[in-house]
């Protein structure tokens, strides 16, 4: 009798430390999804994380979601496995700005001078998330992301 007990003892305080693991240490993911929108219109391309905040002193956050923004600026999170959403609870998005157009190098047909190629800027480059803290619900989730562009004196 003192056995099980025990046993169940351990497996109850097993649970409540994982509290909200699986099996294999995972935290348990909710779907999330939305849409990136600059100055009113979908951003098209880039990529958002969505980093767990650590709720106890001795807890490890939850793995980082990650998404990559469509064309028409929708996103859905990956953790684990493809679109399985984001580690439910609280925690801070980040934007990184899709890279800029490829403009390919030329030769001046006038004197043969060469224009080596270059990239111009993404029209995103110094846009942060407006309101960067959100909480990953367990019933579903659909954020939009407003972006904003930093002045000259926030980089």
């Known amino acids: 009798m003192q056995k099980l007990v025990l046993a169940i003892a351990v497996v109850v305080a097993i649970s409540v430390a994982c509290g909200g693991c699986s099996p294999d240490g995972r935290k348990s993911t909710s779907q999330?999804?939305?849409t990136v929108i600059?100055?009113?219109k979908p951003v098209a391309g880039g990529t958002l994380t969505f980093n767990p905040a650590t709720v106890k002193v001795k807890e490890l956050p939850g793995k980082p979601a990650f998404a990559v923004i469509q064309p028409d600026g929708t996103f859905s999170f990956s953790t684990y496995g493809n679109g399985d959403g984001a580690v439910i609870g609280k925690g801070k998005l980040s934007f990184i700005a899709p890279?800029?157009?490829q403009i390919s190098p030329t030769i001046d047909n006038k004197d043969g001078t060469f224009k080596p190629g270059q990239i111009e800027p993404s029209p995103y480059a110094g846009c942060a998330i407006e309101e960067p803290e959100v909480e990953i619900k367990p019933e579903g989730n659909r954020f939009k992301v407003k972006?904003?562009?930093k002045s000259a004196s926030q980089m």
């Open 32 to 34: 999330t999804t939305g």
């Open 147 to 149: 972006l904003w562009r």
């Open 38 to 40: 600059y100055s009113g």
């Open 99 to 101: 890279r800029g157009k």
